[in-house]
T-cell receptor, first 109, second 113 residues
Framework: RKEVEQDPGPFNVPEGATVAFNCTYSNSASQSFFWYRQDCRKEPKLLMSVYSSGNEDGRFTAQLNRASQYISLLIRDSKLSDSATYLCALTGGGNKLTFGTGTQLKVEL | EPEVTQTPSHQVTQMGQEVILRCVPISNHLYFYWYRQILGQKVEFLVSFYNNEISEKSEIFDDQFSVERPDGSNFTLKIRSTKLEDSAMYFC???????????FGDGTRLSIL
């Protein structure tokens, strides 16, 4: 099993739709979890940290399920500008980030 | 908002040459990292640096690679003898606390000919 797994997509959704991504991880000792957004050939930009209690930032909601070893990202009311690749990342025993391959989102008119 | 800055944005080098990629982390950050991303692949960890020494490195970070913090602001990645497979985007990142999110620079595109 890969350390971090994501469905590569692409997810093609109309503007205004709600879309959800999952990311599974294999190391139960993983400590910190994040969602990053990456535009084509650009750097990863932090979208949000992910907590067991769930956290929300505007249209974005992230959730961590330690028992099932996955994290999720929900985007409500999708905008054209949300089109990007969404990267799941986590830290284990050290503080290096391990990334998934990313899920590509395309929001269409 | 403070940023991690990287130079150059694009470096083209002949195979076998040495390259130095430069990064200026966010000023009050203490933990520094290099990652790379080969085109079409995922972001991969190379090395982490704290308190003037390497704290962790991946199997990619072999003897051809080295890092240095030559002064109070710069953090550099040197590749001694570049190979074709070193062609990638190289990202520097920093954070003030090892449990806090890492912030990435906009990367250096390294092309080896």
């Amino acid at each position: 099993r890969k350390e971090v797994e994501q469905d590569p997509g692409p997810f093609n959704v109309p503007e205004g739709a709600t879309v959800a991504f999952n990311c599974t991880y294999s190391n139960s000792a993983s400590q910190s979890f994040f969602w990053y957004r990456q535009d084509c050939r650009k750097e990863p930009k932090l979208l949000m940290s992910v907590y067991s209690s769930g956290n929300e930032d505007g249209r974005f909601t992230a959730q961590l399920n330690r028992a099932s070893q996955y994290i999720s990202l929900l985007i409500r009311d999708s905008k054209l500008s949300d089109s990007a690749t969404y990267l799941c990342a986590l830290t284990g025993g050290g503080n290096k980030l391990t990334f998934g391959t990313g899920t590509q989102l395309k929001v269409e008119l | 908002e403070p940023e991690v800055t990287q130079t150059p944005s694009h470096q083209v080098t002949q195979m076998g040459q040495e390259v130095i990629l430069r990064c200026v982390p966010i000023s009050n950050h203490l933990y520094f990292y290099w990652y790379r991303q080969i085109l079409g692949q995922k972001v991969e960890f190379l090395v982490s640096f704290y308190n003037n020494e390497i704290s962790e490195k991946s199997e990619i970070f072999d003897d051809q690679f080295s890092v240095e913090r030559p002064d109070g602001s710069n953090f550099t990645l040197k590749i001694r003898s570049t190979k074709l497979e070193d062609s990638a985007m190289y990202f520097c990142a920093s954070t003030g606390n090892s449990n806090q999110p890492q912030h990435f620079g906009d990367g250096t595109r390294l092309s080896i000919l």
